[in-house]
């Protein structure tokens, strides 16, 4: 099983970016695919997630309206356009598998990605 995820870079406050997570080795359909972050410091924290089958999204609080999660079935891909960047978002990006999206607020998966960083200057 493998999540790999892309996109990450070093953008200015107020820019945009596309991270794409690719999964590969099962199905993820009975799963809610979610983006997780990570700053230097803390602890890893939910960001997103939407269940694979119906598409129904999550968000936390700190990205409502500014970032955005969806998945294309046929491509096996999960995406978080993220809007109006802030310095704030500066963080490792992963993105993971859970049972449950009780389970992935709560920053539990059955698979884990690499991550790719996100850096947000001001």
């Known amino acids: 099983v493998q999540?790999?995820?892309s996109g990450g870079g070093l953008v200015q406050a107020g820019a945009s970016l596309r991270l794409?997570?690719?999964?590969?080795g099962r199905t993820f359909s009975s799963y809610t695919m979610g983006w997780f972050r990570q700053?230097?410091?803390k602890e890893r924290e939910f960001v997103a997630a939407v269940s694979w089958r119906v598409g129904i999204t999550y968000y936390a609080d700190s990205v409502k309206g500014r970032f955005t999660i969806s998945r294309d079935n046929?491509?096996?891909?999960?995406y978080l356009q993220m809007n109006s960047l802030k310095p704030e978002d500066t963080a490792v990006y992963s993105c993971a598998a859970s049972r449950s999206v009780v389970d992935a607020?709560?920053?539990r998966a059955?698979?884990?990605?690499?991550?790719?960083?996100?850096?947000?200057?001001?």
């Open 110 to 122: 059955d698979y884990w990605g690499q991550g790719t960083q996100v850096t947000v200057s001001s």
């Open 3 to 5: 999540l790999v995820e």
């Open 74 to 78: 046929a491509k096996n891909t999960v």
């Open 105 to 107: 607020r709560e920053v």
């Open 20 to 24: 794409s997570c690719a999964a590969s």
């Open 39 to 41: 700053a230097p410091g």
